[in-house]
């Protein structure tokens, strides 16, 4: 089965700075996708960002960026320039290629200080 | 991307009722889901909507307490029955399409307290 892990139950970052999460995962499989998505306060689940596993090239979305090794089963999101409309609960997610089922990680609360 | 809502947004019930939450969407996708996130804690996967055909469900859910339908393409239901405080959660729908490349995409979620 597959696990997903963040090790980051919370992180801070200062307005205008940079911070990294971090994410690691456990499978057999050579082929499937990654995601982050962020959860504010009103409970909406918001897709960040996807990498899929058989691209070399990590995945960008303006200010979002992903760090994808897939020898070290790691995904970690770097968020450039941080935002307070950045704060919010971030969770990893995997699916495998042929199967619908996502599992998350336990999800970081990231907070961003004025 | 779907546009994704669900009824109610919120509720307050009482031990032993029955809840139903719909998840409506503005466009045709073949698979639907429902998840439960408990006070402070991830997302889990309780059973994915078949249109058509019974849910699937997962481990550790089971249809008496979690039935769910599937009319049609854009519409499911999942009713939480005979609840206890344990129920309160968070449940959210979400949906995808055909193509093993797509995206699930989440609706805003039903926040549920049993007293």
């Known amino acids: 089965a597959q696990t997903v892990t963040q090790s980051q139950p919370e992180m801070s970052v200062q307005e205008a700075e940079t911070v990294t999460l971090s994410c690691t995962y456990d499978?057999?499989?050579?082929?499937?996708?990654l995601f982050w998505y962020k959860q504010p306060p009103s409970r909406q689940m918001i897709l960040v960002i996807r990498q899929e596993a058989y691209k070399q090239q990590n995945a960008t979305e303006n200010r979002f960026s992903v760090n994808f090794q897939k020898a070290a089963k790691s995904f970690s999101l770097k968020i450039s320039d941080s935002q307070l409309g950045d704060a919010a609960m971030y969770f990893c997610?995997?699916?495998?290629?042929?199967?619908?089922?996502?599992?998350f990680g336990e999800g970081t609360q990231l907070t961003v200080n004025p | 991307s779907a546009v994704i809502s669900q009824k109610p947004s919120r509720d307050i019930c009482q031990r032993g009722t029955s809840l139903t939450i719909q998840c409506q969407v503005d466009?045709?996708?073949?698979?639907m889901f429902w998840y439960r996130q408990q006070p402070g804690q991830s997302l889990t996967l309780i059973a994915t909507a078949n249109q058509g055909s019974e849910a699937t469900y997962e481990s550790g859910f089971v249809i008496d307490k979690f039935p769910i339908s599937r009319p049609n393409l854009t519409f499911s239901t999942l009713t939480v029955s005979n609840m206890s405080p344990e129920d309160s959660s968070i449940y959210l729908c979400s949906v995808a399409g055909a193509s093993y490349q797509e995206t699930q995409y989440f609706g805003p979620g039903t926040r549920l307290l049993v007293l």
């Open positions: 466009s045709q996708v073949t698979m």
């Open positions: 997610a995997f699916r495998e290629t042929s199967g619908s089922r996502l599992t």
């Open positions: 499978t057999s499989e050579s082929d499937y996708y």
